[in-house]
């Protein structure tokens, strides 16, 4: 993969966090708010799935272009669950199960695939604008239940 240019990392950021707004905060407060709490929920859990398995994608598709070793798809796979798992814990049952999955889900993308090995199979772009997106939805997620906006 090319090498980041650090001066893309500011607006890669902001496009990230744009990106979540209007893909998934958006649809999923108004889905929450004005129809049922279900629906708004299922947007945050599908797009969890959508930001997880991205990465068993690039693995996948890695070992094509670049001869990623077998062993991060795999790798790759697990995380996907793992992280899906989290996700349908808040489905119907706390939200903060939904939240504590896009909490955590920048470690993986900033320390696994922008730092270290998994950066020679995954966007740098995707990699960094998923620190804002994901951190954005967590907060998105605490702030409206916990204040009772939704739910």
């Known amino acids: 993969m ?9 607006p890669v950021l902001i ?45 996948t598709t890695g070992r094509d272009l670049v001869g990623t070793d077998q062993i991060w798809i795999l790798v790759e796979l697990i995380q996907a669950v793992v ?4 996700a349908l814990l808040g489905l119907r049952g706390s939200p903060y199960w939904i939240a504590a999955g896009w909490a955590l889900h920048p470690f993986w993308d900033f320390l696994l695939h922008y730092m270290g090995p998994g950066h020679s199979f995954t966007p740098w772009t995707y990699a960094i ?17 916990g204040l009772g906006l939704v739910g």
């Open 83 to 86: 992280f899906g798992a989290i």
């Open 129 to 145: 604008a998923c620190v804002s997106f994901d951190w954005l939805v967590a907060i998105y997620i605490v702030i409206a239940y």
């Open 15 to 59: 496009n990230g966090a744009i990106f979540a707004t209007v893909a998934v905060i958006v649809p999923a407060f108004l889905l929450s708010r004005f129809t049922r709490d279900i629906y708004g929920r299922s947007v945050l859990v599908i797009f969890l799935f959508i930001a997880a398995g991205a990465y068993f994608g690039f693995a």
């Open 2 to 10: 090319p090498e980041p240019v650090t001066e893309l990392i500011v």
